[in-house]
């Protein structure tokens, strides 16, 4: 073999070429693990906060729920005015429930943000005054239908103290 000339399959770079294209492959294979793992985190997490949605939404259904009872019987018991409120606060509830089914998940965030954008001290009062609701509902580890007959006793104990 002539000095000057390489034997086949080597390359003038000290053979490094194969190396470079399988740390080409590496780089590549790990690049498309990645997405894949970050692909099924987010179809794991839309899964999970879809669920916790509708749970939110069962929630806030059962509260709205409660808070009519509790004013029509206000409204029989001749505490109209109190049982409107509860009335209207119903309303409202069931409203926010209507609004969280409508919309998906994107919507919600990009709603979120453009909100807290615009009047942020209002949404961090929202968020403790929120905090500290689910927390107390935590704390008292009751079903809706505990919640509601609950309800129900706290209602009559407040007409028994009026009359």
């Known amino acids: 073999m002539p000095k000057n000339t390489l034997p ?3 390359s003038d770079r000290g053979g490094t070429s194969g190396g470079d294209s399988l740390s080409e492959q590496a780089k590549t294979q790990t ?12 179809e794991q997490a839309a899964s999970l906060v879809a669920t916790q949605k509708g749970g939110a939404t069962e929630s806030l259904s059962a509260v ?4 009519r009872q509790t004013g029509q019987t206000l409204q029989e018991d001749d505490q109209a005015a109190v049982g409107q409120l509860a009335d209207k606060a119903a309303a409202q509830v069931e409203r926010v429930s209507g609004y969280l089914q ?3 998940m994107s919507q919600l965030v990009g709603e979120i943000e453009g909100y807290t954008r615009r009047s942020p001290a209002l949404v961090l009062g929202g968020a403790f005054v929120l905090g500290r609701g689910i927390n107390d509902l935590k704390q008292t580890n009751l079903a809706p239908e505990q919640t509601l007959d609950s309800l129900k006793e706290d209602t ?3 007409k028994d103290q009026t009359r």
């Open 8 to 10: 086949t399959g080597s």
């Open 31 to 42: 690049q498309q693990a990645a997405g894949q793992v970050t692909d099924q985190a987010k």
């Open 64 to 67: 709205a729920q409660a808070l």
């Open 102 to 104: 409508e919309r998906d």
């Open 156 to 158: 009559q104990w407040a």
